[in-house]
């Protein structure tokens, strides 16, 4: 069974940072892609960064290109989104997923994935 589990959200003023964490566990980590998404209220979930695990290959989204990095620790079976220079437009709720099922070929599309996290809150106040 595929668990999910992030942590690492919070309240951070604007130009401050954050780690976010992804634990994955019942699958074989380093075979497939997972990605951060981020879902404010009202919008849609929208795809932040993404790696192939295997390869190391990392993708973002233009809205945090240069801000936030994605990250992997295969020994620990963890991925990290390191979200620094936050700005009023970032907070939302932050999730994690892993796409298990064969090649992603758009790996910041949500419909290419799997299993999710139950999602962390990221709040930047001004």
């Known amino acids: 069974q595929v668990q999910l589990v992030e942590s690492g959200g919070g309240s951070v003023q604007a130009g401050g940072s954050l780690r976010l964490s992804c634990a994955a566990s019942?699958?074989?980590?380093?075979?497939?892609?997972m990605g951060w998404f981020r879902q404010a209220p009202g919008k849609e979930r929208e795809g932040v960064a993404a790696?192939?695990?295997?390869?190391?290959?990392?993708y973002y989204a233009d809205s945090v290109k240069g801000r936030f990095t994605i990250s992997q620790d295969n020994a620990k079976n963890t991925l990290y989104l390191q979200m620094n220079s936050l700005k009023p437009e970032d907070p939302a709720l932050y999730y994690c997923?892993?796409?298990?099922?064969?090649?992603?070929?758009?790996?910041?599309?949500?419909?290419?994935?799997?299993?999710w996290g139950q999602g962390t809150q990221v709040t930047v106040s001004s």
């Open positions: 997923a892993a796409a298990v099922s064969g090649e992603v070929a758009r790996p910041l599309v949500k419909y290419e994935y799997n299993y």
């Open positions: 790696i192939y695990t295997g390869g190391g290959s990392t």
């Open positions: 019942g699958y074989t980590y380093s075979s497939y892609c």
